[in-house]
């Protein structure tokens, strides 16, 4: 049995991070039979960002902290969860690690290494690092899987020949946007296919056989915000659909419902965390509204009545996760600014998932395609 190596932003303390990990890690492991683990590496950067209380390097970072201390149990709620999370699903290399010496030590146990997916290649994300562009020597095979550049071009960065050489170094590519396999091909002539996020490539009935998403935990009808962050827009927005829909709006993310203060617009904290309780959020919510890729990504699996906020930057390129995604499901219509969004009855115009669910089922078999690809790669060479 060959043994794999996945590469990707697994130990972030969040839910799109960790469960496009576990859905990569469950396709290769049952369907193509690899003996498959999530090599543990997180750098200090992610290691800090992701911690209860980060650590204090300016005026800025100490404010924040001392606010997060008026809601300290929750964020250790939420911290321990995560992990908790990571140690029931996931198949590790090992203990956490941050340092390439115990990474050089671990690369060579593989048959083959893959990178992805995720922003994994976003070179202004805080925790960027080359590693996960494969950067390293080895005898196993490089490869990458439906990538994402966070909309960040690295090709025309100062150290934009260093990135060519990175990727014309590995065997096989395929990202995740329009915008990346643009990039790619005009920085190094590769063309790359464009595959759909590992969380895609699983039915509702599949998620629900690999984790445990339990009984409905909100009692009665609600709705839900996800995203990472949340302004002050979209908290009157989301005040204004509270009263509007006569339902509560639950947002899950402690740290940031703690520093923008969301109590002030009447916006609940759930109290539970971690990837199962993301789901089952979404899967019971009477309305979704996100500002996140793997908010729209559920929301399709749960077939969801969901509206996708469009921020108003009128720059799409800073939206290319979100858009490219939507534009191939078809669902552009659920992508609207605050002010449509206020025009619309937002309960009654649930999309049509016979048709998404067409468009689905083609980019899941180009996806399916990409990894037989990669397997022969692994099982027989290039």
Not at 93 to 108: E, Q
Not at 141 to 162: D, E, I, R, T
Not at 357 to 363: H, I
Request: aromatic share 14%; with cysteine.
């Amino acid at each position: 049995m060959k043994k794999v190596g996945i590469l990707t932003f697994h130990a972030s303390h969040n839910n799109g991070s960790m469960l496009q990990a576990l859905a990569l890690q469950t396709i290769l492991t049952n369907k193509y039979n690899y003996d498959t683990e999530i090599i543990n590496y997180s750098n200090e950067a992610q290691q800090n960002m992701y911690s209860v209380l980060p650590r204090v390097t300016n005026i800025k970072k100490l404010i924040k902290d001392i606010i997060f201390l008026s809601n300290i149990s929750q964020l250790k709620k939420q911290y321990i969860s995560y992990n908790k999370f990571m140690d029931k699903y996931f198949k590790l290399s090992g203990p956490i690690f941050s340092d390439k010496a115990t990474f050089n030590n671990v690369k060579d146990k593989y048959d083959a290494i893959i990178t992805g997916s995720d922003q994994v290649w976003n070179i202004k994300a805080q925790d960027a690092d080359d590693l996960y562009y494969l950067n390293f020597k080895t005898a196993a095979h490089k490869l990458s899987y439906a990538v994402s550049f966070g909309a960040n071009n690295p090709f025309v960065s100062p150290n934009a020949q260093k990135y060519v050489k990175y990727i014309k170094d590995l065997e096989l590519i395929s990202v995740r946007e329009h915008n990346a396999q643009k990039w790619i091909k005009e920085g190094t002539g590769i063309a790359p296919q464009i595959c759909l996020d590992p969380t895609m490539l699983l039915t509702k009935e599949e998620w629900e056989k690999t984790v445990d998403v339990g009984d409905q935990i909100i009692k009665g009808d609600y709705i839900f915000y996800y995203c990472f962050s949340i302004n002050n827009e979209v908290q009157k927005f989301l005040k204004y659909l509270s009263k509007k829909y006569n339902m509560p709006v639950y947002f899950m993310e402690a740290k940031e419902w703690t520093l923008k203060t969301c109590w002030k617009n009447k916006i609940k904290l759930i109290k539970e965390y971690g990837p199962d309780v993301y789901m089952n959020v979404v899967k019971y919510s009477k309305l979704f509204v996100t500002t996140s890729f793997h908010g729209t990504a559920f929301a399709t699996i749960y077939s969801k009545n969901f509206w996708y906020i469009d921020s108003g930057h009128n720059d799409p390129s800073k939206d290319d996760r979100a858009i490219s995604f939507l534009t191939q499901l078809n669902l552009m219509d659920r992508y609207k600014t605050i002010e449509k969004l206020k025009g619309i009855d937002l309960l009654n115009a649930i999309p049509d998932y016979k048709s998404v669910y067409k468009n689905l089922k083609a980019l899941r078999e180009d996806s399916f395609k990409y990894l037989d690809n990669l397997s022969k790669v692994i099982d027989n060479g290039k």
